[in-house]
């Protein structure tokens, strides 16, 4: 006789978003693009999530998940945009005025200590 389960297994469809998102996120970089495809989402709605998503994974160091920012890069100049505090990116080198800059890329990685 099989035992029963006391919770129904969770869908795609069960989750919030955000939890959509990290899904999507672990063990990926992804640009806002991908994780917008990947969920459903406007890239908009993506960069809107990304902060809150940053601030309720650890920063390291406990051996849990850890989101991680891969900055963009002018093509031009080679400027990394290393400080920024915006997950946005940017519009253009302030450098060397370039609109070629490549997309930041987010994702979760596990610790593993």
């Known amino acids: 006789m099989p035992v029963p389960v006391p919770y129904p297994p969770v869908s795609q469809s069960d989750l919030t978003i955000r939890q ?7 063990g990926n970089m992804l640009t806002a693009r991908d994780i917008s495809k990947a969920v459903g989402i406007s890239e908009k709605d ?7 998503i940053s601030r ?14 891969d900055p963009s890069k002018c093509m ?9 505090d915006r997950l946005k990116t940017p519009s253009r080198c302030p450098v060397c005025r370039s609109e070629g800059i490549s997309e930041t890329r987010f994702g979760i990685i596990d610790d593993g200590l």
């Open 20 to 26: 959509r998102i990290i899904e999507a996120l672990k």
């Open 46 to 52: 993506v960069i809107y999530h990304l902060p809150h």
């Open 56 to 69: 309720s994974t650890p920063r390291g160091g406990h051996g849990g998940p850890l989101f991680v920012v």
């Open 76 to 84: 031009e100049c080679g400027f990394v945009f290393r400080k920024r």
